[in-house]
């Protein structure tokens, strides 16, 4: 099984994403998740570093500048997707990714802080 890091630079990012309100509350995170195609598509116009933004996880061995090095995408490559975000924790948690579930829960907790989401 791989092994993942978190990436800081992507939590960053994200981060100031959602104090920016570039986020979508209510998806179909199945429907809305970058496919290769697009995800091919963004790499022809954006640089490495701005692909990598959008995934919490780093492949542990893997060589930069590969999709094989980016997991975990929590956004469309547009916006955060609360539904990614999500989707990133139940992953992480489900394959003891420690790292990567902790830094989506808080980025999680931090959109639904924003956006008003109260405890009830």
């Not at 509350?25 to 640089?47: F, I, M, T």
């Not at 893997?62 to 975000?85: I, M, N, P």
Request: glycine share 4%; hydrophobic share 40%; with cysteine.
């Amino acid at each position: 099984m791989a092994e993942y890091e978190a990436n800081e630079a992507a939590v960053l990012y994200v981060r100031k994403l959602i104090d920016a309100r570039q986020y979508v509350l209510d998806s179909d995170w199945g429907a809305v998740q970058p496919k290769a195609e697009q995800q091919n598509a963004y790499l022809e116009r954006h640089s490495w570093e701005e692909y990598a933004r959008w995934h919490l996880g780093l492949t542990v061995g893997a060589t930069d500048e590969t999709k094989a090095r980016y997991a975990f995408v929590c956004g469309d490559l547009r916006r955060v997707h609360r539904s990614g975000l999500i989707a990133c924790v139940y992953r992480a948690s489900e394959w003891r990714h420690k790292a990567v579930e902790l830094a989506a829960h808080d980025l999680l907790q931090q959109l639904d802080d924003v956006a008003g989401i109260a405890v009830r």
